[in-house]
Each structure stands twice: as structure tokens, then as C-alpha cells.
């Protein structure tokens, strides 16, 4: 597992695993059977596959990486911090379900794309943890967003939100005020930028 070449016939086709009903995985690139913690290496190399149920051809990539995530978190390697985790739940069954994989994505996109300012600003030993502050921005963005997609009669009332407003009234606030929190994000950014 050294390149996305060797593993891959080109350069943009995913690896194929085939998952049989003994749970063991085969990497048909390389002939072998491989494990989760081989996957999560690919993942970690970058190397794109795709997972599929060897007797019905499905593709179970999604459930494959989900437990990779669960092992890990299992394992000790906790990075989904519980309040996170139950807002994530809240979120299924909603009107907010549709719009959160997007999120979610940009939001992921956006944290490595700052990666390398981050470090910098811990080695540096700032006095304010950067990290804290883009997690704060970014969990009262989701907030924001998720009060904003709610139906008015089924809203919830979260964490910095405000009651008795007029639904409309009240979205046009949460976007004003999401807007606000994106900038006041962009802002420490730049900073940690300098």
C-alpha cells in the first residue's frame, strides 16, 4: 500500500473490497485479505476504495467507515464529544437531516484547509486555544442552522436561542446572526493567519 498506483489499475479508480458473510474483507487490488485498521491506513494515505457486499454487490463503504469511526472511539481515540454526538442523533428523522451531510462536509473541508494555521498557533503557544474557538463557532453555526430549518410548533429551544419571536421574524435573526458568527470565524482565522 504504497501509492494510489500500485493499488489502483488508474488513477482515479477506487480499490474494490468485497465483504463476506465471515466478515472477512478482500482487497482485490492486491489479492489479500486485509482488516479495519487496513482500511483506516488507506484512509489515512488517502487512497480511495469502495466496499461492497460480496453475495449481493451492495455498496456498504458508508457503514464500513462508520465502523472504523466506532472502533476507534471504542479503542480510546475519542474525537466526537458526547454533546456533539447527541445534537448529531437530534439531528435524524428532522428537516435538518438533508442539509447536515453537507455541512458537515464543508465544515470538515474548511477545519483541514485551516490545519496547517492551527498547529502554527499551538506551537506558538497562544494563550486562547483556537481550536476551542472554531468549535464554538462552528457548533453555534449548526445550531443556528438547525433552529432554522425546524418547523415553528417543533422547535426545541437550544443553547443561546431565543423564544417568542414570529417564525419568520425569528429565521431572519438566526441567519443575521449565523452570518455574523461566520465572520467573527473568519476573523480569528485571518489572526492566526498574521
Known amino acids: 500500500m504504497t501509492g494510489k498506483s500500485k493499488n489502483t ?3 482515479d479508480d477506487p ?6 458473510a465471515n466478515r472477512r474483507l478482500y482487497n482485490t487490488a492486491s489479492s489479500s485479505y486485509i ?4 482500511l483506516a491506513a488507506m484512509v489515512r494515505a488517502d487512497i480511495e476504495f469502495a466496499v ?14 462508520t465502523q472504523i469511526i466506532v472502533d476507534e472511539e471504542a479503542n480510546g481515540q475519542h474525537m466526537l464529544p458526547v ?7 437530534g439531528m435524524y428523522g428532522n428537516s435538518m437531516q438533508g442539509v447536515m451531510p453537507s455541512y458537515l462536509e464543508a465544515s470538515m473541508k474548511n477545519f483541514q484547509q485551516n ?5 502554527e498557533a499551538f506551537d506558538a503557544g497562544m494563550s486562547n486555544n483556537p481550536l476551542a474557538a472554531i468549535h464554538e463557532t462552528n457548533m453555534a453555526m449548526m445550531r ?12 426545541r429551544k437550544m443553547a443561546g436561542s431565543g423564544g417568542g419571536k414570529g417564525s419568520g421574524e425569528s429565521s431572519t435573526d ?3 446572526a449565523l452570518r455574523e458568527q461566520m465572520a467573527a470565524m473568519q476573523q480569528k482565522l485571518d489572526k492566526l493567519d498574521k
Open 174 to 176: 438566526e441567519i443575521a
Open 9 to 11: 489499475g488508474a488513477a
Open 83 to 89: 454533546s456533539f454526538l447527541r445534537q448529531l442523533i
Open 52 to 65: 461492497f457486499d460480496a453475495k449481493s454487490g451492495e455498496d456498504i463503504t458508508h457503514s464500513i467507515l
Open 15 to 20: 480499490v474494490v473490497i468485497k465483504k463476506y
Open 144 to 155: 443556528a442552522a438547525a433552529q432554522s430549518f425546524m418547523p415553528a410548533g417543533s422547535k
Open 115 to 119: 490545519q496547517a494555521k492551527i498547529r
Open 35 to 38: 482488516t479495519l485498521d487496513d
